[in-house]
């Protein structure tokens, strides 16, 4: 059993590291991809305040297709290159989008999504997954939030 509680008002440094920790402790020794991705979506749930999505899109062949998550029933395949998730798989980088509305291409899977960050999992040089987190909150994410969330993005690389 494991028990991760959040501290509340912590700085984001100091949430994004415990989150890292919290997450390695919860996949280590486990070999299963879907089992560590869903119980890193829920730990990352549990612990950041505002997101109405929090999940895994695989790269399989030349799409994204959806893994496990938390929030409302989402799109389940998505262009490489296309929206915010696959603008981050086919360019390897962290998109952050404070206003999705103004992301040219952006896929509306949510109408009350507001803000986007999608991460890069990137294991032997090759995007293997996005972790993407949506929020109805404009501008809900920063550049702190972007650093933390590529740590936690390293662990999820170990696992898939």
């Known amino acids: 059993m494991f028990d991760f509680a959040p501290v509340p008002d ?9 989150l890292s920790r919290s997450a390695l402790a919860l996949v280590e020794g486990e070999r ?6 869903a119980n890193v979506a829920a730990l990352i749930w ?13 790269t399989i062949g030349d799409e ?3 893994g496990p998550f938390i929030g409302k029933p989402a799109c389940i395949r998505i262009p490489l290159g296309q ?4 603008t981050a798989a086919a360019s390897g ?14 896929i509306a899977c949510d109408a009350q999504t507001r803000s986007e960050l999608v991460v ?10 996005v972790l993407d987190l949506d929020s109805p909150e404009p501008a809900r994410f920063d550049e702190e939030d972007a650093r933390g969330l590529e740590d ?5 690389a170990l696992f898939l």
């Open 10 to 18: 912590q700085p984001k440094p100091l949430l994004y590291a415990e």
């Open 32 to 37: 299963d991809a879907i089992a560590n991705m």
């Open 46 to 58: 549990m612990s950041l305040p505002g997101l109405n999505w929090a999940g895994f899109y695989r």
């Open 64 to 66: 994204l297709v959806l």
């Open 83 to 86: 929206g915010v998730c696959g």
């Open 93 to 106: 980088t962290a998109q952050l989008v404070p206003d999705v509305h103004a992301f040219p291409g952006h």
């Open 120 to 129: 890069p999992i990137v294991r032997a040089g090759r995007v293997v997954a």
């Open 152 to 156: 936690v993005a390293q662990v999820c």
